[in-house]
């Protein structure tokens, strides 16, 4: 390495660099380090032409700290394929920031672009984060948010459901599995910055307006993805309202609603249907405490937004912003998958990009 150092006119560091395909090496210095090394025999041609094509980006993805427990299985299966991928690759790396905090996203997605070619977050709509989005797209940075989207920003991709559709769902299950025409109907959501549950919200209840007039909303509770929080909503709606027939959960920690149905004795009876297939919702299906689980898989979600961030880096991707939305599945009981598949193992390694 010192003797192409030397023939190249670079320093030793710049021929780590270029050999480990690591950023901050302009194209021709590039070019002049792989010449030199093959005229040395230092690599052979097909290693020449393997360093040649262009560095695959290093990607980081953000996601919120805290209990809900399909964020905490994303960041399992991005730990495992950051671990698993070769120089050839994405590398990959995954940060968890303070939820429901528009200041701290917008920092981070500030701080990481120093290292990163491309950054994936679920987005809270704010203007701080739309701000931080710009300035960071300005730089050449690509952008791509996962789950829950930017409204008006310079991001590249949005990965994830059709959240309206999503809500749409949800309504015309839970007025489907109602005994009743009439009764009361809850919304809990993580919060409304993430512009997924606000859009989940909306659909849900768009469609109840639409088929089912007679089930009456009484309000929606923000739990900020917390059990103990999603509890207390739970317990609040039950005691107040003697006719509650069913309750939607946007976000995620469906298990502290669980207890409280539980505990009330109403598991089975008030519908519930809620988001993310995870050990807990798991467990809700089997006891058949919640009725119906919306999920779009964590492997297809990451490997969609890696294919974008590699395609982008060489320049294969016309229009990233017009890609269809993650497919979204409906679970129940009885269509269960094999439960490896939940909480990370084999499975989390399985999927890296979609067909």
């Known amino acids: 390495m010192s003797d192409i150092a030397e023939a190249a006119q670079v320093s030793l560091a710049t021929v780590d660099r270029v050999l480990n395909r690591r950023k901050g090496v302009k194209t021709r210095t590039v070019r002049r380090v792989l010449d030199t090394a093959l005229a040395l025999g230092y690599v052979s041609e097909a290693e020449h032409a393997r360093l040649s094509r262009p560095r695959p980006p290093n990607v980081v993805f953000l996601l919120p700290m805290g209990g809900n427990p399909y964020l905490r299985l994303l960041g399992d299966r991005v730990r495992a394929i950051a671990q698993s991928k070769s120089r050839d690759e994405a590398q990959v790396r995954c940060f968890f920031i303070e939820s429901f905090d528009a200041k701290a996203l917008a920092g981070a997605i500030r701080h990481h672009a120093a290292w990163a070619d491309g950054i994936a977050f679920m987005a809270i709509d704010h203007p701080l984060v739309r701000e931080a989005v710009e300035e960071v797209s300005a730089s050449e940075r690509r952008i791509v948010t996962i789950i829950s989207d930017l409204q008006h920003s310079l991001r590249d991709a949005y990965v994830g459901l059709d959240n309206q559709a999503a809500g749409r769902t949800a309504g015309y299950l839970l007025g489907r599995f109602c005994r009743a025409q009439t009764g009361s109907v809850a919304l809990v959501a993580g919060s409304r910055n993430y512009r997924a549950h606000a859009e989940r919200e909306m659909g849900f209840l768009g469609l109840l307006e639409e088929t089912y007039p ?123 998958p094999p439960a490896q598949s939940v909480g990370g193992g084999p499975a989390s390694r399985g999927v890296r990009r979609p067909s």
């Open 214 to 336: 007679g089930l009456r909303v009484v309000g929606m509770r923000e739990g900020h993805d917390d059990r103990e929080e999603n509890y207390r909503h739970a317990m609040s709606l039950l005691e107040q309202n003697a006719d509650l027939a069913g309750i939607y959960n946007v976000g995620g920690s469906s298990d502290g609603i669980g207890r409280a149905l539980r505990e009330k004795g109403k598991s089975g009876d008030i519908v519930f249907i809620g988001h993310g297939l995870t050990g807990d919702t798991r467990r809700l299906l089997i006891e058949g405490t919640i009725d119906a689980v919306i999920n779009s898989d964590p492997d297809v979600l990451l490997a969609s937004a890696l294919r974008i961030f590699e395609d982008l880096q060489r320049g294969d991707i016309a229009n990233p912003a017009a890609l269809p939305p993650v497919k979204m599945d409906i679970i129940f009981r009885e269509n269960l």
